[in-house]
């Protein structure tokens, strides 16, 4: 699948964002769809994760458990990221990524296909 995300942007600490990841292909559903993020001079690391097939599944980063919600609108083949109560610590590049068949969720190499990213910037 073909992945576009969108969203990012400037918020203030406390603040909330909703990053879009939508997708091209038949199968949507049936992907398991992730967010990962990048900060300047840190690795690439899991934020959340919504499973294919799985009927609204969810998998979090301890880090955003409570404040991140995944969520999917499969009609539209699109999965959403909304973001509240921000943290300068969340300041990063946005990337959703799909795949099939995932064990480990949280490993990015698991995922075929990425999207480009979007940058969240959280000032304090």
């Known amino acids: 699948v073909q992945l576009q995300a969108s969203g990012g942007g400037l918020v203030q600490a406390g603040g909330s964002l909703r990053l879009s990841c939508a997708a091209s292909?038949?199968?949507?559903?049936?992907?398991?769809v992730g967010w990962f993020r990048q900060a300047p001079g840190k690795e690439r690391e899991f934020v959340a994760a919504a499973i294919g097939g799985s009927g609204g599944s969810s998998n979090y980063a301890d880090s955003v458990k409570g404040r991140f919600t995944i969520s999917r609108d499969n009609a539209k083949n699109t999965v959403y990221l909304q973001m509240n109560s921000l943290k300068p610590e969340d300041m990063a590049v946005y990337y959703c990524?799909?795949?099939?068949?995932?064990?480990?969720?949280?490993?990015?190499?698991?995922?075929?296909?990425w999207g480009q990213g979007t940058l969240v910037t959280v000032s304090s």
């Open positions: 292909g038949r199968a949507f559903p049936t992907y398991t």
């Open positions: 990524a799909a795949g099939r068949y995932i064990k480990s969720k949280a490993d990015s190499y698991e995922y075929n296909d």
